[in-house]
């Protein structure tokens, strides 16, 4: 990895030497002949490196070292002395320099020592630029990333945060919804009023009625008081509609009103109450497949729809997987008290080229199991789940003909379908459009593909 090397050496042949030898080796140096000249450069301008000899008049070696450290700690020192003994090693060390060599230099040597040098700077750069990144997105959770398909959904919560439409959050479960719903409403006018979640798919009917809209005294055997629904418990702030398709068809006209009309009755009460709060829905389902097969009012689906925001699942986000992993690992290293860095390239490469069909959830539920696991600084493959750490992806066509590895027309569609979701980060509209079928065609494939997929993979434990 070539860089820009600083060269400080008062022996005029030593410094031509040098600077010759590593413009040949693709270095871009800059030679000077004393400390000053060279403090100097560096005040102005930026190097990867810097190559100092021990000895010099005026300022020496070491007290050069000493200044860059205090003054541009980014850039690495490399100290070059005719004394090569343990006493000059320390003394470096203690300088602060990131390595020294001896006299006479041997080429190869020293551009072995200048090139991981540079690469060290580099991946502390990138280290800063990543805790940066997460630090500004700290109160995003599950938003952390820097993907262009993040991106987009960052831009689309910004320009709605302050306006009070309802928003219909969709995306695969573990992408993040509820965190989208609660960035809308901490970037929103209404941020000092209440955020009250409710998670349509967890109770029943009736229990869920009451918990949204209220009930009064004696309006069901249990009713023996009565009770201010979530409508009235969020004026001033945002409800959250979680997983809204689960809601029951019986409800529907009911959510359906109070959208239109701001008002809401408590069951078995006679007056209607005014609500003054945000609406926000989110769902893994497709409702416009639901509206299609009568499970989802049409009426209801438009009303909750005003803005559509679509998160994207984890495997169409790139290098978001790293981001977030650091995210997580710093957060269960803390936790723990273990003393837990990182990543080792080895497994952010596993991470990587992981599927991640729980998306973020399932990466959270990784590290932390990894961080609790490991006995190292960084977390290595062992320390991953089997799962990610032989994780391949499947071939839609196996490339030989052995008999025993061919599969079925079913099994080629599935995996043929998977692909395509793949190439296109999950939109099952854009899949259907490419695979030329109908979105319910699709589901009803990818429903029994993977039900079949599932009962050979049981088939198969022993």
């Known amino acids: 990895m070539p860089g820009r090397i600083l060269i400080v050496e008062d022996e005029r042949e030593m410094r031509a030497m040098v600077e010759k030898g590593l413009q040949r080796r693709g270095f871009q140096p800059v030679a000077v002949a004393a400390a000053d000249e060279a403090l100097q450069r560096l005040s102005g301008e930026d190097f990867d490196t810097v190559l100092t000899d021990l000895r010099m008049p005026g300022m020496d070696g070491l007290a050069l070292c000493e200044r860059i450290v205090l003054n541009r700690p980014d850039i690495p020192v490399v100290v070059v002395t005719a004394f090569g003994s343990l006493e000059t090693a320390v003394a470096?060390?203690?300088?602060?320099?990131?390595?020294?060599?001896t006299k006479p230099i041997d080429l190869d040597a020293l551009v072995l020592v200048l090139e991981r040098a540079v690469q060290h700077r580099a991946l502390r750069?990138?280290?800063?630029?990543?805790?940066?990144?997460?630090d500004q997105r700290q109160d995003d959770g599950a938003l952390v990333g820097e993907s262009p398909a993040l991106k987009q959904a960052y831009a689309l919560i910004d320009r709605v945060a302050d306006v009070d439409a309802t928003v219909l959050i969709t995306g695969e479960s573990g992408t993040g919804k509820e965190v989208a719903a609660r960035a809308l409403h901490a970037?929103?006018?209404?941020?000092?009023?209440?955020f009250v979640a409710i998670n349509c798919a967890a109770m029943p009917e009736q229990l869920l009625e009451s918990e949204l809209f209220g009930h009064a005294k004696g309006a069901f055997?249990?009713?023996k008081a009565s009770r201010t629904g979530l409508f009235i418990k969020a004026n001033g702030g945002t409800l959250f509609l979680d997983e809204v398709g689960e809601l029951p068809m019986t409800l529907q006209p009911k959510l359906l009103r109070a959208l239109q009309e701001r008002v809401v009755r408590p069951v078995?009460?006679?007056?209607?109450?005014?609500?003054?709060?945000?609406?926000?829905?989110?769902?893994?389902?497709?409702?416009?497949?639901?509206?299609?097969?009568?499970?989802?009012?049409?009426?209801?689906?438009?009303?909750?729809?005003?803005?559509?925001?679509?998160?994207?699942?984890?495997?169409?986000?790139?290098?978001?997987?790293?981001?977030?992993?650091?995210?997580?690992?710093?957060?269960?290293?803390?936790?723990?008290?273990?003393?837990?860095?990182?990543?080792?390239?080895?497994a952010a490469q596993r991470l990587l080229a992981y599927g991640w069909p729980g998306n973020v959830?399932?990466?959270?539920?990784?590290?932390?199991?990894?961080?609790?696991?490991?006995?190292?600084?960084?977390?290595?493959?062992?320390?991953?789940?089997?799962?990610?750490?032989?994780?391949?992806?499947?071939?839609?066509?196996?490339?030989?003909?052995?008999?025993s590895e061919l599969v079925t027309l079913e099994e080629l569609e599935r995996r043929y379908i998977h692909r395509v979701l793949e190439a296109v980060g999950g939109s099952r509209t854009l899949a259907a459009r490419i695979l030329g079928v109908d979105r319910k065609t699709l589901y009803?494939?990818?429903?029994?593909?993977?039900?079949?997929?599932?009962?050979?993979?049981?088939?198969?434990?022993?």
């Open 444 to 462: 009803r494939k990818l429903e029994r593909g993977d039900a079949e997929a599932k009962e050979l993979r049981e088939a198969k434990k022993p």
């Open 361 to 403: 959830r399932e990466l959270q539920n990784c590290i932390e199991r990894a961080v609790a696991l490991t006995s190292f600084e960084q977390l290595t493959v062992d320390d991953l789940p089997e799962r990610i750490r032989n994780y391949s992806t499947p071939r839609v066509v196996p490339e030989n003909t052995d008999a």
């Open 268 to 346: 078995g009460g006679d007056t209607e109450m005014p609500f003054d709060a945000r609406i926000v829905a989110a769902t893994n389902r497709d409702l416009e497949l639901a509206v299609e097969e009568d499970r989802f009012r049409e009426d209801l689906y438009y009303r909750l729809n005003v803005i559509g925001l679509e998160l994207p699942p984890l495997r169409a986000r790139g290098n978001d997987v790293l981001l977030l992993s650091q995210r997580f690992v710093e957060q269960f290293a803390t936790r723990t008290g273990k003393k837990v860095v990182g990543l080792s390239p080895a």
């Open 187 to 194: 970037r929103g006018r209404r941020k000092e009023g209440p």
């Open 125 to 134: 750069a990138e280290v800063r630029r990543l805790r940066e990144a997460l």
């Open 221 to 223: 055997t249990d009713a």
């Open 92 to 101: 470096a060390i203690r300088a602060g320099a990131y390595d020294f060599i």
